[in-house]
């Protein structure tokens, strides 16, 4: 009996050990866009997220002036009386609305207004805030012209930053613009606090159009939040597809997300109600995106939209052309140059020079209406759009990647799949065992996601063990980079006090960023990039019987190897890595994070699953490594082929 037991542990052992041979031969490249983001405005990843704009409802935007829901995030201070009106001489067409606001002599405090941002305020000690409002209406000179903002705690009151304005000018017959800077000296301890805009009373003005902004990444004006920023560009990401997702397509045509209303100055931007229910100001516009792709040296995928929303309506072929015209001014808007009529807009927008741009994708999950998508909307965008520019765009279609029916045939698919660990893991393979055909046809897996646990349970964060079955998914992804040109998990952001859609990549609220395990598994993907995939013998570990999956790259430039491994086993897993044929040169390290099945990072406890790194010895070409359990790693060997 002992001797038996002993044989069946020894057996075992052998059977999870893993050799894995490494071949200096480069078999295809890897496009640079493999690895990037997904966008779609939700969970307040735009307005609140990632646009840097710390006032919320600031004009009073896709409200119902005279409801409680029009004064979102405001509120009246000390007597002032305060209501959300449909303005008789508006600032503009796009603004509708304005703040009705009757300061009272009767108050013993400052009478005002507070703004409490999107549920909450960071107030970092030395940045410069960079406000302004316009305002109309009467002073009463005698109690002075002086108004005030400030940033102060919202329960104690205290004040970090102020600043005195000189509204003299103030006039009822039109509204005056009003610019200020805060200063904080000291830092808030937290994120709970207000923007207040205290006037002299007795008065009554009329405000609308508040901004407030903190330092933004690359200090662009109107821009990106730089926590947020920098956590997306952390990534190095390859491709950056926009606007969206179903808020491109609106859940009617008339609420579809129209590119001409996301330019210019924000004084002419209505802004809409978006398609997951909260108002868009729409100051993040086609052209911010632009300029954020460049920024971080991201490849657009532009999506149009293509006739259909998501409430089910759909524009019927014989009104298809209008909204083929729309999305070729859309393209010249974006790639013309400065001699076209829409080139010529956003050349006068301050952009000369025409953005790159070399994909288009065409509408969005269009096998929610696969009839009309194959019968004319597909058709109509894809021969529409290649006869206004011929051989200019590489188009994507939206449908599942196995229908083979449209007409013109897509030479690019954009394929989704939201699942469990275990579907995520069994196809790690999908894309070797030729799910595609390999006719030159081009996938972009365009959204995924682990979303449930295996027991079908939803997950509220990204979870170890969700991060561990999308990197041996993305193992997959790589070594078959001549098939599938990109991938974006997603959805990438949640602002977690308002959040329509869990798990997402990355989490956060007022002051706090939360990286996930799924991050984490992008960054060490996304950051450790081959120009080339090498061969592996075996190919991939389902032919071991061993949960460990694999992929291997050569990046020529620096001369490393890659080895990216996803351990989807709880027990770690001793494996031999051989370099066949290449000389190694230098010292080799690990990169990996693992933990336990449920383990997530969150906003109170960000840091509970972080990447580490450890130097490892190879020897004549051998590398005799154990992967942790739950683990997803990055094997560098510097090599030279
Ligand atoms: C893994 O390797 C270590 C060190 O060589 C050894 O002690 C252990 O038994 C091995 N585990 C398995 C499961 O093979
Ligand atoms: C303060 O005065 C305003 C008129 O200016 C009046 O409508 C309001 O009722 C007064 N508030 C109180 C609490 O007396
Ligand atoms: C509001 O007005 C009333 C009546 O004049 C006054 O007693 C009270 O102090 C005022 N409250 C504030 C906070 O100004
Ligand atoms: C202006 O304020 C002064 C001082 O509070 C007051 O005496 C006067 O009645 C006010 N005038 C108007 C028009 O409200
Ligand atoms: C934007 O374009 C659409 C048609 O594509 C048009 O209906 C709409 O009026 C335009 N908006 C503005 C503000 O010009
Ligand atoms: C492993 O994957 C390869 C490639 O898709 C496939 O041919 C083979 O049947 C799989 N083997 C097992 C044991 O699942
Ligand atoms: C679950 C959740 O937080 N839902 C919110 C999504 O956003 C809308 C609009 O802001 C809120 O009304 C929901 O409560």
Redesign the pocket.
């Known amino acids: 009996m002992a001797f038996l037991a002993y044989a069946l542990l020894a057996f075992i052992a052998s059977a999870r050990a893993v050799d894995i041979t490494i071949t200096a031969e480069t078999v295809h490249e890897i496009p640079e866009t493999l690895f990037g983001y997904m966008w779609e405005d939700i969970n307040h990843s735009g307005d609140g997220g990632l646009y840097a704009e710390l006032i919320q409802n600031r004009a009073f935007q896709a409200v119902e002036p005279g409801t409680d829901d029009a004064l979102a995030a405001w509120t009246a201070l000390n007597n002032a009386s305060i209501s959300v009106i449909a303005d008789p001489s508006p600032l503009s067409s796009a603004l509708p609305n304005a703040l009705s606001v009757s300061f009272p002599s009767n108050s013993s405090g400052p009478a005002g207004i507070a703004n409490e941002g999107f549920w909450g305020i960071r107030i970092d000690a030395g940045s410069t805030y960079t406000g302004s409002f316009y305002a109309k209406g009467t002073l009463n000179t005698t109690t002075g012209s002086q108004a005030e903002v400030t940033l102060q705690s919202k329960a104690t009151g205290d004040i970090y930053a102020s600043a005195e304005i000189d509204v003299s000018s103030l006039s009822a017959s039109g509204y005056t613009k009003y610019s200020f800077e805060l200063k904080p000296e000291g830092g808030a301890p937290d994120t709970d606090n207000l923007f207040t805009v205290t006037f002299p009373s007795p008065a009554e003005v009329t405000f609308t159009l508040f901004s407030l902004f903190p330092p933004t990444f690359k200090s662009r004006s109107n821009g990106m939040r730089i926590d947020l920023a920098e956590t997306l560009a952390a990534t190095r990401p390859g491709v950056w597809r926009f606007p969206g997702g179903n808020n491109l397509e609106g859940q009617t045509v008339a609420r579809r997300w129209k590119w001409n209303e996301t330019i210019g100055p924000l004084e002419e931007r209505p802004g809409r109600r978006g398609d997951w229910g909260y108002p868009n100001t729409d100051g993040l516009g086609l052209l911010e995106y632009l300029d954020w792709a460049e920024d971080i040296g991201a490849e657009p995928i532009l999506g149009v939209y293509a006739g259909y929303s998501l409430g089910g309506e759909t524009v019927p072929e014989d009104a298809i052309q209008a909204y083929v015209d729309e999305a070729i001014a859309e393209i010249e808007f974006v790639t013309g140059d400065a001699s076209t009529h829409w080139g010529s807009v956003r050349a006068a927008l301050g952009r000369e020079e025409p953005y790159a741009l070399r994909y288009v994708e065409i509408g969005n999950e269009d096998f929610f209406a696969p009839d009309s998508y194959q019968a004319y909307r597909w058709a109509a965008f894809a021969n529409g759009l290649e006869a206004a520019y011929p051989g200019k765009f590489k188009y994507l279609a939206t449908t599942y990647e196995d229908v083979t029916s449209l007409e013109p045939k897509p030479a690019y698919y954009d394929f989704h799949q939201y699942n469990n660990p275990n579907w995520f893991v069994e196809q790690a ?1 999908r894309y ?2 030729g799910v595609t055909p390999r006719d030159g046809t081009q996938y972009f897996v365009g959204e995924y996601a682990v979303t449930s646990n295996n027991d079908g349970s939803k997950m509220a964060y990204p979870t170890v063990e969700a991060a561990v079955g999308e990197a041996a998914f993305m193992t997959g992804l790589e070594r078959n980079a001549d098939v599938v040109f990109a991938a974006a998990y997603a959805p990438t952001l949640n602002h977690v006090d308002d959040t329509q859609w869990y798990p997402d990549l990355v989490s956060f609220n007022a002051g706090t960023v939360s990286k996930s395990p799924s991050y984490w598994a992008q960054w060490l993907f996304s950051t450790n990039r081959g120009t080339h995939t090498l061969p592996t013998s075996p ?2 570990s ?2 071991t019987g061993a949960p460990l999956y694999w992929s291997a790259s050569y990046n020529t430039d620096a001369a490393v190897v890659y080895l990216k491994v996803s351990n989807t086993d709880s027990a770690s897993i001793n494996t031999t890595i051989t370099l066949d044929g290449f000389t190694q040169d230098g010292d080799a390290k690990v990169q990996f994070f693992s933990g336990a099945a449920q383990d997530v990072n969150t906003v109170d406890a960000p840091d509970a699953i972080v990447v580490s790194e450890t130097a490892v010895s190879v020897v004549d070409g051998v590398l005799a490594y154990a992967f942790p359990g739950l683990s997803v790693s990055v094997v560098t060997i510097p090599a030279q082929i």
Do not use: G, L
């Open positions: 393979v070797d065992e190919v991939s389902n032919t």
